[in-house]
């Protein structure tokens, strides 16, 4: 019996378009649906979590999903949101890619059980690689006029914008080159639903349109809203690029700090969207944040239920653990258990000097520790001064003047960490 899908995504806030007829299509029997993901990278990055999602819940509700790498449209360049072409990858590059993806795809689909709606992998430079130009044109240019395909936003947008490079040829038939790969999904695979970001709408429904005119059928198309944040910023962003899904890109304590850090606005929405905690659980979560929005009910949810997702329940565990550290009574002794990956992560950007082991043969003074070492502060007088002051730790630990760091006290047996006040740290790593 199959679960009302387009009914789920509608009270999460995730259908921006959907096709006349499609829930009723879907009601019907087990239906297959694509998505298409981007191999430019080794890594999907949170701004591709919406149409996961989307698979995800397809497969829920006892459907097919059908995750389509484009190893072909990615040696294009989708026009759709961008300014510029993009770079051009080999087959190598992007077969290792399809790999990584599918990877992290398998955290959300099933892939493996050998269930009738287990999930397909396609890769669509497999059945247009062998497409010569001369055949493409025939048999499928042909089918949409040159008006159809500048009625379209994505060629709108790019050929009124303010680059003076305009649109490439290639580009322009990015929407030909997608719209025959749902022909050829619904051919060869039963798929008869792509979905997408609302961007992507124009490509989607060009593939409705080769289906009809060429397979003499019907396709259906379902995107979901663009995910923006309340304060106007890009989601997805940190302050260091993309937020990645790979835990060597963006370590999983950054991952769950992302989510952690989220407004009360868009940790409401978002609990909706990249969760799978049903409407009841929500609601209640929702109701006792409600003005106890200091507790972060909601933000905590959040993170852990995508970073448990994502990395998985002992990746959650450490990035907790490491989140609670700078907050903690027990901090000094939390912070030695600390792996040195996490413990580099929580205190990045923190500035830092480079010491010899051998200057703590026989211990290092902190108050040279704090000032003619490292110069984390200006003089040996000032160091005296904030030691008189109780504001220096060590470690998290206050210490006094006389003091004396051991390389027994470094972190990972590598590191020391030094602070005046709560706020002002430094970081000695040993070399």
Not at 68 to 90: C, F, Q
Not at 192 to 215: A, C, K, P, Y
Not at 219 to 231: E, F, N, Q
């Amino acid at each position: 019996m199959m679960k009302n899908f387009v009914q789920e995504l509608q009270w999460r806030g995730m259908i921006h378009d959907v096709m006349p007829q499609t829930e009723e299509h879907l009601m019907e029997a087990m239906r297959s649906a694509y998505v298409g993901f981007d191999p430019t990278a080794d890594s999907l990055h949170i701004g591709n979590l919406v149409p996961i999602m989307l698979l995800a819940h397809f497969q829920r509700a006892g459907h097919r999903p059908v995750a389509l790498v484009g190893g072909a449209t990615g040696m294009i360049g989708d026009p759709s949101g961008k300014s510029s072409e993009r770079n051009l990858l080999d087959e190598k590059t992007l077969r290792h890619n399809q790999e990584c993806v599918r990877t992290q795809l398998s955290q959300f689909l099933d892939f493996t059980s050998g269930a009738e709606n287990e999930a397909v992998m396609v890769n669509n430079y497999d059945w247009m690689k062998e497409f010569s130009f001369l055949d493409f044109i025939r048999d499928v240019g042909k089918h949409i006029t040159v008006n159809y395909m500048m009625a379209k936003d994505s060629v709108k947008n790019r050929l009124s914008g303010e680059s003076a490079d305009g649109m490439s040829f290639t580009e322009f038939t990015y929407q030909l080159v997608q719209g025959y790969d749902f022909l050829h999904l619904y051919q060869n695979n039963d798929c008869s639903l792509q979905m997408g970001g609302s961007d992507q709408w124009g490509n989607i429904t060009t593939g409705t349109e080769l289906i009809r005119r060429i397979g003499g059928g019907k396709g259906y198309a379902l995107t979901c809203p663009l995910i923006t944040k309340s304060d106007g910023s890009k989601f997805g962003k940190s302050e260091g690029g993309n937020v990645w899904l790979d835990a060597k890109r963006t370590s999983p304590y950054k991952f769950y700090q992302y989510w952690l850090n989220t407004s009360d606005e868009d940790a409401a929405k978002y609990i909706k969207i990249f969760t799978f905690l049903n409407q009841e659980e929500i609601e209640a979560l929702l109701e006792e944040h409600s003005g106890q929005e200091h507790r972060k009910t909601l933000q905590k949810r959040l993170a852990k239920e995508v970073t448990i997702t994502v990395h998985g329940e002992e990746a959650f565990v450490k990035a907790e653990e490491a989140s609670n550290i700078l907050f903690s009574k027990t901090a000094a002794e939390d912070i030695k258990k600390v792996d040195e990956e996490t413990f580099l992560s929580i205190f990045e950007g923190v500035p830092q000097a480079e010491l010899s082991r051998s200057e703590f043969e026989n211990g290092l003074d902190v108050i040279g520790a704090l000032a003619e070492k490292t110069k984390f502060l200006k003089s040996n007088g000032e160091a005296r001064r904030a030691l008189k002051e109780n504001s220096v730790s060590v470690n998290f630990v206050k210490v006094q003047e006389g003091f004396m760091i051991q390389e027994s006290d470094l972190i990972n047996d590598r590191f020391i960490l030094v602070q005046r006040g709560k706020r002002n740290k430094f970081l000695i790593k040993v070399i």
